[in-house]
T-cell receptor, first 111, second 115 residues
Framework: GIQVEQSPPDLILQEGANSTLRCNFS?????LQWFHQNPWGQLIILFY???GTKQNGRLSATTVATERYSLLYISSSQTTDSGVYFC?????????????FGTGTRLKVLA | GAGVSQTPSNKVTEKGKYVELRCDPI?????LYWYRQSLGQGPEFLIY????????DSGLPNDRFFAVRPEGSVSTLKIQRTERGDSAVYLC?????????????FGPGTRLTVL
């Protein structure tokens, strides 16, 4: 099956700093989503981005499907950005809807 | 509108018992997913519904696990003869479209503890 690796596993930032989170996947996919899991366990979708670049406020994401990676950029980080960021991929063209999640990047933003 | 809801929020049961976990998706969402998440791990896919039918149940770990969605809305995940290893947070997600453009919206989860 498809393997998903995220880096770094842990990240500590001072409020206001910028960061880049990376998601590598082992096979071609046609679905990719980024999620934020807050400290209370709620998963919130950030981006649906199987290819290209999207921006939403301080967050942006880029997926280069041909090179099998995606990047999530967080600018001017805030304490509310703390939590775990997951990348999830699927290749629905193969007849499955099985999304594979990475192990996440645990982010802590200090005030 | 209302988001995805899951009940109960917590369930404690004894080994060998039967449990049912319920998911109410966002109104109008045709696609529904079940996942489970163990501590420190990402969610693990269990099953995907497209309408009333299970389009992909390849993630169900064994035949003790079963899920239904009889009217294409509410879904129930059923676990028979629970084992301690079933302890996890069970997450449900729904999405508006059931093909390739399918942002998933997650519920708050049900924390299952098997004693």
């Amino acid at each position: 099956g498809i393997q998903v690796e995220q880096s770094p596993p842990d990240l500590i930032l001072q409020e206001g700093a910028n960061s880049t989170l990376r998601c590598n996947f082992s096979d071609s996919v046609n679905n990719l989503q980024w999620f934020h899991q807050n400290p209370w366990g709620q998963l919130i979708i950030l981006f649906y981005i199987p290819s290209g670049t999207k921006q939403n406020g301080r967050l942006s994401a880029t997926t280069v499907a041909t090179e099998r990676y995606s990047l999530l950029y967080i600018s001017s980080s805030q304490t509310t950005d703390s939590g775990v960021y997951f990348c999830a991929v699927a290749r629905t063209t193969s007849g499955t809807y099985k999304y594979i999640f990475g192990t996440g990047t645990r982010l802590k933003v200090l005030a | 509108g209302a988001g995805v809801s899951q009940t109960p929020s917590n369930k404690v049961t004894e080994k060998g018992k039967y449990v049912e976990l319920r998911c109410d998706p966002i109104s109008g969402h045709t696609a529904l997913y079940w996942y489970r998440q163990s501590l420190g791990q990402g969610p693990e896919f269990l099953i995907y519904f497209q309408g009333t039918g299970a389009a992909d149940d390849s993630g169900l770990p064994n035949d003790r696990f079963f899920a239904v969605r009889p009217e294409g809305s509410v879904s129930t995940l059923k676990i028979q003869r629970t084992e301690r290893g079933d302890s996890a947070v069970y997450l449900c997600a729904s999405s508006l479209r059931d093909l390739d453009y399918n942002e998933q919206f997650f519920g708050p989860g049900t924390r299952l503890t098997v004693l």
